[in-house]
């Protein structure tokens, strides 16, 4: 079987979890060939060897330079002239009169063409996307080819009329969603004559890449961690809050915010304002060696976000035997079940957050069941390998019939 993957950027920190998607997928015999619309979030000297490993293997569409795209439209153009304005119709049909839409719709059907004319050059009919699916649905408008894509939530949901998710259900071969919670809100979104092109597809990690950490029953300060991007949906801003109320009670206890993005000044701010500079570390963008470290030196792991798919960084920080605490929202629950393998708290409550937090800080053992809980939670509904067959699998099913 042979796929292309198409990909927002790669590789990439955020998206680490789709390297190893498409490495287990290769190690199960399925050619990949990945096409990349943005370049890496670093410089190579700055990637890992298995990134520019997979980095030399990758086409980018951005990079590509003025002249092969221009190409690749003249081509295009010159080959399926009448599918080539039947996609810059549709390009323009879906921007509803907008004129920023239009702006960035005709943007995605420049890439759309540039990614098509790629697949034809390597003999690909199928792509498969992870966050570049308006790109897909447009590249399958202009070329004969078929898409389908991974949809992790829960940003697409916040607008599916926007996202296009209705004519994306109806126009894809299949859709993969990374939850229960995923798929219903996929089902709510589209015609129910569609919903059986919904696939539930976890993501995972390898559990055997995340050793142990050891438990410490007493910890002279204790270290919570946190991995994600910094972004107001996110709400460091309300962990943030709640360390200062555990400090306030007299408890000594540091926190490291992991990750980079648009809220990091507003952090700061914060951070500043509350006096808590020695209290709150904001380590910025990690490579995983740095972050391996990081979960090495924590005794608990939090994530206070608003909404969520369902984080990696949580089943990484699981199997590593760090209890965790996280919101009871989206797909979270499906990992990770109340007073068994962690501790949910409902969103946007500062209060409740730190007292979850003082009760673990409390109670070395129930840190000690719940982190043993969670890796065993991990291997068996959250192995990379499995999950990535249970992939493999639908790929097999949906495409058996297909010339890709």
Excluded at 208 to 225: A, I, M, T
Excluded at 334 to 346: K, S
Excluded at 352 to 375: F, K, N, W, Y
Aim: hydrophobic letters at 40%; glycine letters at 6%.
């Amino acid at each position: 079987m042979r796929l292309a993957y198409l990909v927002s950027q790669y590789p990439a920190v955020n998206h680490t979890f789709i390297l190893r998607e498409i490495r287990a997928l290769r190690a199960l015999d399925i050619e990949i060939r990945v096409i990349s619309i943005r370049a890496p979030d670093r410089p190579p000297e700055k990637l890992s060897e298995e990134e520019r490993d997979e980095l030399r293997q990758t086409y980018t569409v951005l990079t590509a330079g003025f002249g092969p795209i221009l190409t690749a439209h003249a081509m295009t153009l010159w080959r399926r002239p009448a599918a080539y304005f039947v996609g810059l119709w549709k390009a323009l049909r879906l921007a509803r009169g907008d004129l920023r839409k239009i702006f960035t719709n005709l943007t995605y059907l420049g890439e759309a063409v540039v990614v098509g004319d790629q697949m034809r050059r390597m003999g690909i009919t199928h792509v498969h996307c992870h966050f570049s699916s308006t790109v897909a649905l447009l590249a399958e408008r202009v070329f004969a080819l078929t898409f389908s894509a991974t949809i992790h939530g829960p940003s697409e949901f916040d607008d599916v009329t926007g996202f296009h998710m209705a004519e994306k259900v109806a126009r894809a071969r299949f859709l993969c969603a990374i939850s229960s919670y995923c798929r219903s809100q996929l089902m709510k979104a589209s015609d129910p004559q569609h919903w059986d092109k919904l696939e539930l597809s976890p993501l995972g990690v390898e559990c055997d890449q995340f050793p142990l950490r050891e438990h410490r029953p007493k910890s002279g300060c204790f270290e919570v961690l946190c991995v994600g991007r910094l972004a107001p949906v996110k709400a460091q801003e309300v962990l943030v809050a709640a360390i200062d109320r555990l400090l306030r009670q007299g408890r000594s206890i540091h926190l490291r915010l992991v990750g980079d993005g648009p809220n990091r000044g507003r952090l700061e701010s914060v951070i500043a304002a509350r006096s808590l500079q020695r209290h709150v570390t904001l380590e910025g963008p990690c490579n995983y060696d740095r972050v391996q470290a990081l979960y090495q030196q924590a005794d608990l792991f939090a994530l206070a976000s608003f909404a969520e798919g369902v984080p990696v960084v949580l089943m990484e920080a699981m199997a590593m035997e760090i209890p965790c605490v996280a919101t009871w929202i989206t797909g979270i629950p499906e990992l990770i079940r109340h007073g068994v393998d962690g501790w949910l708290v409902p969103p946007a409550d500062e209060e409740q957050l730190a007292d979850a937090i003082a009760r673990l800080m409390d109670d070395p053992e129930l840190r000690r069941t719940l982190g043993q809980s969670a890796r065993e939670r991990v291997k068996g509904k959250y192995e990379l390998k499995q999950n990535v067959s249970r992939l493999a699998a639908i790929y097999e099913r949906r495409l058996r019939n297909s010339n890709s």
